[in-house]
């Protein structure tokens, strides 16, 4: 893998993370048409340089998060599904599923379905609770969004997705559910990239780590964007177009797959 793509693969994550249509599938999408090969270190490169995705949130939001204990707690209580399921399924996942572009393509043509059908149907109700506050979320409401946050196990889910729409089902508005995807993103990517690290970082040489050190820091400037971004878009926008993005883009895939362009 050389300069040109890391750049691209940071970019790739930055623009990708925090949007409800899967980070993982697109940075593999990106991987296989620049002809990288799904090796060891390459799957570390992807889930390592999320960090720099993470560290963007942490400059956007810890003021507000570190300003109340329940901030800290919440997001801590909505981990714990998430990393139970993680830790558990870590060989599965990085043996068997990051690279399988058959699963991201129908993950995410099956996410797009759900997203738009949820979104049809939420938008005839008024039911979501400005109110309500990342402070004022219950236990039940918390492991709920840290169990479907652990869907994205399977590549091509997309975790902000599925915290998303869970969120929308608890009533929960676009804009809160939102950044508390984003806030949750942070213990489950720090402790995915550093499980990998401890399991195989010792044996990344010089030039990698300078790799994933490029990686990180396009990452981290165009999540800093995206974040902003979408915070300002969804509060008067729905997240149905995202949904019919993944569903173009499921569609391209699996006829790809099956005339063997991919």
Request: charge should be positive.
């Amino acid at each position: 893998m050389n300069f040109i793509h890391t750049i691209i693969l940071g970019i790739v994550e930055g623009l990708t993370e925090f949007l409800p249509i899967s980070s993982t599938a697109h940075i593999d999408i990106a991987r296989t048409i620049l002809s990288i090969p799904a090796s060891d270190f390459i799957k570390s490169f992807e889930i390592i340089i999320q960090l720099g995705a993470i560290l963007a949130v942490v400059v956007l939001y810890a003021k507000k998060v570190l300003s109340s204990w329940k901030y800290i707690k919440n997001i801590i209580i909505a981990f714990i599904p998430t990393g139970i399921i993680g830790f558990i399924l870590y060989k599965l996942i990085k043996s068997y599923l990051i690279g399988n572009i058959w699963v991201e393509a129908i993950a995410l043509l099956a996410g797009g379905i759900i997203i738009i059908i949820f979104e049809n149907y939420q938008s005839k109700r008024d039911q979501t609770k400005d109110e309500i506050n990342i402070e004022n979320l219950t236990i039940k409401q918390l492991i709920t969004l840290g169990v479907a946050q652990a869907l994205a196990v399977i590549p091509g889910v997309s975790r902000s997705g599925a915290v998303i729409v869970s969120g929308r089902a608890l009533k929960l508005s676009r804009t809160l559910i939102t950044e508390f995807s984003f806030l949750l993103a942070v213990p489950t990517m720090l402790s995915a990239s550093a499980y990998d690290i401890y399991k195989s970082g010792l044996s990344f040489t010089s030039s990698e780590w300078g790799t994933i050190l490029l990686g990180f820091i396009v990452s981290f400037i165009v999540s800093l964007i995206v974040i902003n971004w979408l915070i300002e878009y969804v509060k008067n926008h729905t997240f149905k177009i995202f949904g019919w993005y993944r569903v173009i883009l499921g569609i391209i895939l699996v006829l790809a797959l099956l005339f063997k362009i991919l």
